[in-house]
Nanobody, 123 residues
Framework: QVQLVESGGGLVQVGGSLRLSCAAS????????MGWSRQAPGKERDFVAA????????YYADSVKGRFTISRDNAKNTVYLQMNSLKPEDTSVYVC????????????????WGQGTQVTVSS
């Protein structure tokens, strides 16, 4: 069993940067692909980024490609999302999730997920 807790959200100005962290508890963290999704009020949940179990492969939504970077540190049981050049449309609740494969995360598969952390980009 894996429990996920996100942190690092907050208020940032347009063009600014923020780094989200997702801390995992459990004995099998390194066995899972990890990813981030986001859901704004009145909108469906959208895939943001995913990373393979060993960090060898990464995947990004077109809307964040070139601006966001996902990474993981299996020794610390933590996955990160570095967000640069933030835009107002990035405002959302960001949720960390675990699944069997990063491609699965792209289509919404989730075995475990956290409570989310709010990111607000102000203009």
């Amino acid at each position: 069993q894996v429990q996920l807790v996100e942190s690092g959200g907050g208020l940032v100005q347009v063009g600014g940067s923020l780094r989200l962290s997702c801390a995992a508890s459990g004995h099998t963290f390194s066995s899972y692909a990890m990813g981030w999704s986001r859901q704004a009020p009145g909108k469906e949940r959208d895939f943001v980024a995913a990373i393979s179990y060993n960090g060898g492969s990464t995947y990004y939504a077109d809307s964040v490609k070139g601006r966001f970077t996902i990474s993981r540190d299996n020794a610390k049981n933590t996955v990160y999302l570095q967000m640069n050049s933030l835009k107002p449309e990035d405002t959302s609740v960001y949720v960390c999730a675990a699944a069997a494969t990063p491609i699965g995360l792209r289509i919404g598969e989730r075995k475990y997920w956290g409570q989310g952390t709010q990111v607000t980009v102000s203009s």
